[in-house]
């Protein structure tokens, strides 16, 4: 059986997700912002954090992005003083993201830590095989561009606000999947979505919008909690090359290197 169809004719030459709250602006000017704001960075790898994703990852919003940004708040709060490069793109499945890291999304740079959440959009349309099978291309392009690189691969959050629709199963099967990617102290699995729904299984207001779909307030700040605390981890565990106070955009341990889903 074939699991995985190659999109990026498809991608390269449409705008996907034209409602997805750009203003007007195309899905190639997306992928344009964040390769620009990565170019054009003065942090030594162009930021401490790259968020790979779809509209999910999008609405954390970020410096260099013109689209609605309902997460930046808990962005800032929990994440201050990190540089961040946010290149999620509503609508995008895991074809998408494959095309733009294929297309020079990380504009040659080399960033401590990349987040990877993607696959919610496939899951209406595609087998869980699939998705793991494109997951899988998406984590070795990634390794080939920046081997230094942690990436902190995430599940796909709960489909649906009731514990009987049809999807949960399919993005269980893709996380079971999926999981098994994360094998190495490089890729890392990340699972924040438990607080997601009550102990019945139902979506939680206010941490899973009302579309069972996309995230509340409560639910950005949640995961933005997380991403602080991954990120806390993985610099104690590099060796400090200097001492003093930690300049912006710095990293200990590091030398310096160059939705649909709406």
Do not use: M
């Amino acid at each position: 059986t074939r699991y995985w169809r190659d999109w990026s004719s498809d991608v390269c030459s449409s705008d996907l997700a034209g409602e997805a709250g750009w203003g007007g602006r195309s899905w190639s000017d997306q992928h344009e912002d964040g390769r620009r704001f990565l170019r054009e960075s003065k942090h030594p790898d162009g930021a401490d954090l790259v968020l790979l994703g779809d509209s999910i990852t999008q609405s954390f919003g970020g410096e260099g992005r013109r689209t609605g940004q309902p997460g930046r708040a808990s962005l800032r709060r929990h994440l201050p003083g990190i540089v961040i490069a946010n290149q999620g793109i509503s609508g995008d499945r895991t074809q998408h993201l494959l095309w733009r890291l294929g297309n020079d999304a990380l504009a040659g740079r080399r960033p401590a830590v990349i987040s990877v959440l993607i696959g919610t959009n496939n899951v209406p349309h595609d087998e869980p095989e699939a998705i793991a099978a494109g997951t899988a291309r998406i984590l070795d392009t990634i390794r080939t561009l920046t081997p230094g690189s942690i990436i902190l691969l995430h599940a796909v959050p709960p489909r649906g606000v009731d514990p009987d629709d049809p999807l949960r199963a399919r993005v269980a099967r893709t996380n079971d999947l999926t999981r098994r990617l994360a094998t190495t102290s490089t890729v890392r699995w990340i699972d924040p979505w438990k607080p997601l729904l009550d102990p019945e299984g139902r979506g939680v207001p206010g941490r899973l919008a009302a579309d069972g779909v996309h995230l509340g307030q409560d639910g950005y700040d949640l995961w933005a909690r997380v991403l602080a605390a991954e990120l806390a981890g993985i610099e104690k565990e590099r060796p400090r090359e200097r001492s003093g106070p930690r300049e912006h955009g710095d990293r200990p341990g590091r030398p310096p290197a160059a939705g649909s889903t709406r």
